[in-house]
């Protein structure tokens, strides 16, 4: 941390590393995926890899906007309440306000990101540490959806509204779709665009981002509402495929997330990392769970393996780096 | 930012004494306050019976926000108490019902939170890992463990004998009282007058300042967590022990609560500063806000936005005090 290289050297170094941390990724996602195929035969199958796809949406979409965040060496941890208030204020709106569904999509949307923008607004002005201030809204997102629901649950929604959680379209499920688009999308403003690259700048040396003129406040006020808009959409998708909601939803989502993050190579440090090493964390966590579940391990031990998967992913990715940055 | 708090807190010791005296002040006037308040909507409140259940059921979180409370002090974070509190309750209640001695059932909590603790304390502090990063990865593991290894069976047939928290010292004063008031005092004490009581304020104020005065910041780190694990196996031991049955399976957002009472107690976020008769003192404000919303008919379901406020209003207090002492 305290000594920072020079931009030019960042620029050669940390694709290098990256290379090589994805590539081992992969290698080892490849090898996961023929030992399952083998161990179990009907692992192996499109359907259930596209099933498996289906399943990781909604970790998925909010995994994108939580790879910004922690490139800028910030953290969210109140994703998965946001997803809770947001499914409840769907049902809750459609149910007690008479909203059309479609209203109530995008005013579930809309509060979503408005969690996400409060959450940003405090991080930016009044400066308090992101991991604090998501603790805080963790309880307070989660709060506000028990307390409207009041542990009601809402069901009996409209059968086009099962379309994007159930249906395929093009013989691939329909989520599967928005996660392609949002993927597609992250990865090109990530990769390719000043906002993108004013992630890094400010994951490196949030003064020196600042000192250089770059709206950093702006961009995470923006990371922050994304992040919650995300988990909004995500809200809509889970709604949409368990076909009820509740107040509980999204519990723990968090921990998928960012272990899904982290796996793919992303610095819990902040400075580097990129949208294609979370995707293949992404299918490396559904196929874990997956994998688990077909050799017969209960969904509580999934969690279990997750846990001990986002420490010691931690702790090699950040032996990895001290050896480089020795070197 | 931290540099800048230390410097200006001990050019002027005074001011941030009174500071943190006010606090605690502040808290205490809450808690009396409140109970005047909804006694006068609702006298059922105020009975005696009920402030006593506030005060018995609630003890344990009171001890576990002494642990927190250093751990905070100390810069860190731990998310993972909620879920260790549950599996040493589980652990000692198995023990005691398959006829383990009852003191080793007892101990076997206290040092098992200690082992865990240290554990995580072990690889913050030297490898170098964040707190939140450990511990969210701890809690899901304590979590996923103790419900894949029990399956969600209840513990009962407990001995009685084994009830701690059911027990009267000369009859009148229950002891998750007594041992909230004795530890939050004895941790207190520690911590104004101790050596490695104060290292935990240096650590968390000025690590660098620490390192430079002598002080090990792993070994502080350690010692601070491994207390913390003995604070939160007395506390599993109360929370154990105030009902016959232990449910085996965590208490939801447990360590939220905890968080919420040393927060809100006056220990700052960003470190370095706090004491534990605040974390105390908004421990028992908590409790008597869950209970207080039944008593003046609002849904309990409320209480975690409730603390969810608390929070963030603490927090936000907290940062703008400090920037207004920094501008001063």
């Known amino acids: 941390m305290s000594e920072i290289p020079l931009p030019q050297g960042a620029k050669r170094v940390v694709p290098w590393w990256l290379l090589r941390h994805e590539t081992m990724l992969a290698a080892i996602l ?8 083998v161990l179990n035969n009907r692992f192996l199958t499109l359907d259930n890899l596209l099933n498996q796809g289906r399943l990781t949406t909604e970790v998925g979409l909010i995994a994108l906007p939580m790879t910004f965040i922690i490139i800028t060496g910030g953290i969210d941890l109140s994703v998965g309440s946001i997803v809770g208030l947001c499914a409840i204020l769907l049902g809750y709106s459609w149910k007690n306000f008479d909203f059309p569904l479609p209203l109530a999509i995008c005013f579930s949307l809309l ?3 408005a969690a996400g923008l409060l959450n940003g607004f405090v991080v930016t002005r009044v400066k308090v540490p992101p991991l604090i201030m998501t603790i805080a809204t963790l309880a307070l997102y989660r709060g506000l959806a028990e307390g409207i629901s009041q542990a009601r649950s809402v069901r009996g929604y409209p059968e086009w509204f099962y379309f994007i959680g159930q249906e395929n379209l093009f013989g691939v499920p329909a989520q599967l779709w ?4 949002a993927i597609v999308i992250s990865g090109i403003v990530l990769d390719r665009t000043t906002f993108g690259r004013t992630l890094y700048a400010i994951g490196n040396n949030e003064t020196a981002a600042r000192f250089s003129g770059l709206p950093v406040n702006r961009v995470k006020l923006t990371i922050y509402t994304l992040s919650g808009l995300m988990a909004g959409l995500s809200a809509c998708v889970l709604v949409s495929r368990v076909t009820t909601t509740r107040s509980d939803m999204g519990t723990g989502y968090e921990l998928d997330v960012i272990a899904t993050v982290v796996l793919g190579g992303t610095s819990i440090f902040g ?8 995707v293949v964390g992404l299918a490396m966590i559904q196929l874990l769970k997956n994998g688990l579940a077909l050799t017969g391990v209960k969904g509580d031990a999934t969690i279990v393996v997750i846990g001990a998967v986002l420490i010691l992913s931690t702790l090699v990715a950040s032996s990895l780096q001290r050896r480089r940055d020795g070197v | 930012m931290t540099a800048v708090t230390l410097a200006n807190a001990e050019a002027d010791p005074g001011r941030r004494l009174k500071a943190l005296a006010s606090q605690e002040a502040l808290l205490a006037i809450a808690v009396i306050g409140l109970a005047i308040a909804v006694g006068l909507y609702n006298p059922r409140f105020l009975a005696m019976r009920n402030l006593s259940d506030v005060l018995l059921g609630n003890a344990y979180i009171g001890v576990a926000a002494i642990g927190m409370s250093m751990v905070i002090i100390s810069g860190n974070i731990d998310i993972s108490v909620g879920a260790l509190i549950g599996v040493l309750a ?11 001695p009852i003191v080793l059932a007892w101990l076997a909590a206290l040092v098992a939170g200690i082992l865990v603790m240290a554990l995580q304390g072990a690889i913050i502090a030297y490898l170098r890992i964040p707190a939140i990063v450990v511990t969210l990865g701890m809690l899901s593991i304590l979590k996923g463990g103790l419900i894949s290894v029990t399956g969600g069976k209840w513990i009962t047939d407990l001995p009685d004998s084994f009830h701690l928290a059911d027990i009267e010292l000369f009859g009148v004063l229950p002891v998750p009282v007594f041992l909230m008031v004795l530890a939050t005092i004895l941790a207190a004490l520690w911590m104004r007058y101790s050596a490695s009581g104060r290292a935990i304020y240096a650590v968390g104020g000025n690590p660098e300042a620490a390192r430079l005065c002598g002080i090990s910041q792993p070994r502080t780190i350690v010692m601070v967590f491994a207390l913390h694990g003995f604070f939160a196996g007395a506390a599993a031991l109360l929370y154990a022990t105030q009902l016959r049955v232990i449910q085996s399976t965590v208490p939801p957002n447990l360590e939220l609560t905890i968080i919420t009472a040393a927060v809100v107690g006056g220990v700052s976020i960003l470190g370095g500063v706090g004491t534990v008769i605040g974390s105390t003192l908004a421990a028992i404000l908590i409790a008597e806000i869950a209970s207080a919303l039944v008593f003046i008919d609002v849904s309990p379901y409320w209480i975690r936005a ?4 608390l929070i963030l209003v603490t927090v936000i207090a907290d940062i703008l005090r400090r920037r207004r002492m920094a501008r001063a």
């Open chain 1, 271 to 278: 400075g580097v990392g990129t949208i294609w090493g979370t």
């Open chain 1, 111 to 113: 509060v979503g990101a």
């Open chain 1, 178 to 181: 928005l996660l392609l688009i």
């Open chain 1, 30 to 37: 490849l090898i996961a995926l023929i030992v399952l195929g």
């Open chain 2, 306 to 309: 409730v603390q969810g406020v």
């Open chain 2, 90 to 100: 589980t652990i000692s209640g198995t023990l005691a019902v398959n006829g383990a």
